[in-house]
């Protein structure tokens, strides 16, 4: 702990997560603060069981600074351990269970958890060294016990706004997995955005139906409980279940990304389902067509907000106000934007190669600089000087221009990254993949259009002399070593790639040769 550094629970600290919980549990101790498949706990034992869970972490060894690892569907479980971990110290590493064992083992070997709390369903996701007697427990047979098992008590520890609380690993380019750190501070901003941003208040009901390893789901499934508001959770965005939680607890905000907004407006009279209690629709992850978009006005009526964020700035720092989603009106170009910077958020556009400003108008790299943005990524202090400069400024790797009222629009991504289904893929990851089966001499991964997930991947490769390979093969291949999501859906097969005279595979050419027409589910 830094000198000077005050106990979260002090009068005067500047920002600590679990004062969050802390503050509703005294104001509002028997108010409606979370639900969960017919369960609803009030404010008061979400607050002791989180406090339970902090004492648990304590008695099974784990201290302050210890990674604790979970592998699991979404449930009551995460937020308890987000505020138990925030109460003793311990920083959480929520891991996405649709990686394969592979990936998730170079994770668990980077952030060498002390603790493992894993579902049985993912139990086998577990490597061997990580599933010992003592370091690993069981979320769905164990875990109820393990917690009630302790006092309520909580353990105060001493915390300063800088001090990690959450590790959220995210694939770069390199194809390596990259913990990106997440401080209270970060996260302070989270209270801010729903209160000056989003329009959330004490009575506000928030749907929060996306994954909670992802801080699209965790950072701001934490919005209306900064408010005293009621959030209803959910496992996963199936259509009729969101529609009927919708009217059975009168949402008021939700969180979608494209592909769900489409399957929401797909289901067969929603139209006639009086969603009047939707207040606010919030959107991002990928991009999103007028049409839909415009449909979606017309059908929830409601005020939507387009976010643009990633992990490294701990969630939202650009957002399309509702006042600006108007199709068909003076400004209906700006549906294709992404909005404004957040008033606390600083956002330059740069060339990438001078980190020189571009003009008005010009396409530059994304970089932001607030309080936001990442400590760091985990023990890769190369990494981090790469992409967080020692100016503040961090950089997206996503291309934009701003118009002259400053609202932005992403044109591409510098990094090649395929957004499919809201999921973030890195070709390099592929790449590296699919460039260790031996009969692969060269390979490029590429996004292709896809009616319904936005994007989807595709692989180009070029075989080894006198290999035999089929498209189906590979797929296989690779379906065997990566989450499913980030595998190609489709593989050409060509007799070379296009090159710059360096021998730089060219990708813009590649897109280019390939069919642009929107492809249909796999």
Known sequence: MRAGAAKCGEEGVSFCLAQLLRRQAAARPDAPCLSFEGLT???????????????????????AGDRVAVIARNSPLFYELTFGCAKMGAILVPINWRLSLREITGILTDAQPALVIAGT??????????????????????????????????????????????????SGTTGLPKGVEISHRNLSYTERIAREIWGFTVQSVNLVAMPLFHIGGLGYGMMA????????????????????????YGVTHAFFVPTVIQSLLAVEGVEAMGLKSLARI?????????????????VFGCGFNHAYGMTETAGTVVTLQPE????????????RSCGLPLPWVELGLFDPSTAQPVATGAIGEIWIRSGMTMKGYWNKPAETAATLRADGWLRTGDAANQDEQGYVYI???FKDMIVSGGENVFPAEVENVI??????AEVAVIGVPHARWGETVKA???????????????????????AHFKCPTSVDILQTLPKSASGKILKRELRAMIVPSAQGAP
């Not at 972490?57 to 784990?62: M, Q, R």
Request: hydrophobic share 40%; charged share 25%.
């Open 324 to 335: 600006d989603h108007d199709p068909g009106g003076e400004h209906a170009g700006r549906l």
């Open 225 to 248: 409980l900064s408010q005293g508001g009621h959030t209803v959770l959910m496992q996963q965005p199936v259509p009729q279940p969101v529609l009927e939680a919708i009217r059975r």
């Open 460 to 482: 180009v490769v070029v075989l080894r002399a006198g290999a035999q390979l089929s498209p189906a093969e590979l797929i296989a291949f690779t379906r065997e070593r990566l």
């Open 121 to 170: 369903e993912q139990a086998p996701l577990v490597p061997e060294r990580f599933g010992q007697a003592g370091r690993h427990l069981d979320a769905d047979t164990h875990y109820d016990g393990w917690r009630d098992r302790c006092a309520a008590l909580d353990p105060m520890c001493p915390a300063s706004p800088e001090t990690t609380l959450l590790l959220l690993y995210t």
């Open 435 to 440: 460039s260790e089966h031996r009969g692969i």
């Open 41 to 63: 706990l009030s404010f008061k034992e979400l607050d002791a069981r989180s406090n339970r869970v902090a004492q648990a972490l304590l008695a099974s060894g784990v201290n």
């Open 411 to 413: 044109r591409d991504r």
């Open 282 to 298: 919030i959107y991002g992850a990928a991009p999103i067509s007028e049409t839909l978009l415009s449909r979606a006005i017309e």
